[in-house]
């Protein structure tokens, strides 16, 4: 699996951006795709994922409501559309995807930040910077 993030960049505080993953060589629905972040001094943590299996969606606390997770598998694409976004959201964000019998089980775990880096494929980071 390949996965390439995009769509990071400088916003004013409550902006809004859209991040986008496209991934390669992903052929079954028993997987997990989500999205990670990384501030500086600070540990990775899930943000959001979608379950290949039955598409539900899975959000971290901290974006509830103001991100939303979504998938173009047409495109192989998949998308964080991010907005209300906060100082405290600044940080590199990373696509992550992972092969699994419970894709729910697994999203469940990338957001409550108890998979670390712990997933098959990752993309290379993409900077999402808020000002205030």
């Known amino acids: 699996v390949q996965l390439q993030a995009s769509g990071g960049g400088l916003v004013q505080s409550g902006g809004s951006l859209r991040l986008s993953c496209v991934a390669s060589g992903i052929t079954s629905n028993y997987y997990a795709i989500g999205w990670f972040r990384q501030a500086p001094g600070k540990e990775r943590e899930g943000v959001s994922c979608i379950s290949g299996r039955d598409k539900n969606t899975y959000y971290a606390d901290f974006v509830k409501g103001r991100f939303a997770i979504s998938r173009d598998n047409a495109k192989n694409t998949l998308y964080l559309q991010m907005n209300s976004l906060k100082p405290e959201d600044t940080a590199v964000y990373y696509c992550?995807?992972?092969?699994?019998?419970?894709?729910?089980?697994?999203?469940?775990?990338?957001?409550?930040?108890?998979?670390?880096?712990?997933?098959?494929?990752w993309g290379k980071g993409t900077q999402v910077t808020v000002s205030s």
């Open positions: 992550a995807a992972d092969r699994t019998t419970w894709p729910g089980v697994r999203c469940g775990m990338v957001v409550r930040s108890e998979i670390g880096r712990d997933m098959g494929s």
